[in-house]
């Protein structure tokens, strides 16, 4: 009778303590939200397989990610993209996957973030590494770790603490105890980043609201783009990422795929840095007669400009609306969908 009377008060605490800590968070401006880990990746990539040549697929860094909106995509064409985007990726170790491993040869909608793009392919850099790791993970994936990934969704879109976010933002257990000031602990000079979009099960992204209206929040994700940029990196490696590139867009063309070159808009610092760094015409104009693929520059279509990037980078969720559709668009004028 004790043990059952334990149990039972175990239990109440226990729910008490959850219904508190969830409470708490909410409190502090915390939702619940789907967490963009290498399983919602691998979710994704896994549909490639089985679509036709009519489908299309969306790989990229965040612009991408962020810029194309798959409901208007859906709207508009009838079928929603698979969207592989990710941020602060490489692109490249994702279209070489699709093109080494699956059958897929329809459409690939390929976003060109040159600071990423042309970035490096050394194996152990992160803008290469992390998208790799996403690959490893579709390939390896066990059966359990599948189910886990299934049974934690409801979870995860009900409760704002259960969260894999590192950083400012994170609430897990590793997060919140590296936060904890003791001693001497190593300062990290990295601005604290937030995270500032909402993703839902198909990996669409929109950015959240508050960086449309809170400036002072939109200004702590400009200072850790600036803080990337000020420092001494390695220069782009235009000549390993264009050449490991072309190879396998000639595999994908000689399987009767098609890709598509879209470089989403910047503005700013961010802008000016990337004249500098990575100017159009070494970089973009060089990769587009390459590839001797069909390709978009913001820069070259009124429709495509004029947006708000509250932080340089990404468009405000209504913006991405209207540069979806109008991308849309300029493609069908092309006869390209």
């Not at 490639?48 to 409901?71: P, T, W, Y």
């Not at 929603?80 to 459409?107: E, I």
């Not at 850099?125 to 996403?134: F, K, L, M, V």
């Not at 587009?288 to 693929?293: C, F, G, L, S, W």
């Amino acid at each position: 009778m004790k043990l059952k009377k334990s149990l039972i008060i175990a239990l109440i605490l226990g729910a008490m303590g959850l219904v508190a800590w969830e409470l708490y968070w909410r409190s502090q401006g915390f939702t619940s939200s789907i967490d963009d880990n290498d399983a919602l990746w691998a979710q994704e990539r896994s549909k490639v397989d089985n679509l036709s040549k009519e489908d299309v697929v969306l790989i990229g860094s965040s612009r991408v990610h962020f810029d194309i909106q798959l409901d208007v995509w859906k709207k508009m064409l009838g079928n929603k993209p698979v969207q592989l985007s990710s941020g602060g990726c490489s692109p490249l170790p994702f279209f070489h996957d699709v093109v080494n491993t699956s059958p897929f040869n329809g459409t690939i909608v390929l976003g060109v973030t040159p600071g990423l793009f042309f970035s490096t392919t050394y194996p152990e850099a992160p803008p290469w590494a992390w998208p790799q790791a996403r690959v490893d993970h579709f390939h390896d994936r066990t059966y359990a770790q599948r189910i886990n990934h299934k049974l934690s969704i409801p979870l995860q879109s009900s409760l704002a603490f259960i969260s894999e976010v590192e950083g400012v933002d994170g609430l897990n257990l590793k997060e919140l105890l590296g936060k904890v000031k003791i001693g001497n602990r190593t300062f990290d000079p990295m601005p604290p980043f937030h995270s500032f979009e909402n993703i839902r099960l198909d990996r669409n992204v929109r950015m959240k609201k508050r960086m449309e209206t809170d400036t002072t929040f939109a200004n702590t994700v400009k200072n850790v783009w600036q803080f990337f940029m000020s420092g001494e990196g390695p220069p782009p490696d235009k000549e390993s990422t264009m050449a490991f590139f072309l190879e396998d867009l000639k595999k994908f063309k000689e399987k009767g795929g098609t890709v598509i070159l879209l470089r989403c808009p910047s503005m700013g610092y961010l802008r000016d840095f990337e004249n500098n760094v990575t100017p159009r015409g070494k970089f973009w104009e060089e990769l587009v007669e390459k590839a001797n693929v069909k390709a978009y520059h913001f820069e070259d279509y009124p429709q495509l400009q004029g947006f708000h990037l509250p932080e340089w980078s990404h468009l405000s969720a209504r913006d991405a609306d209207i540069f979806t559709k109008e991308f849309i668009k300029i493609m069908k004028s092309d006869s390209i969908l």
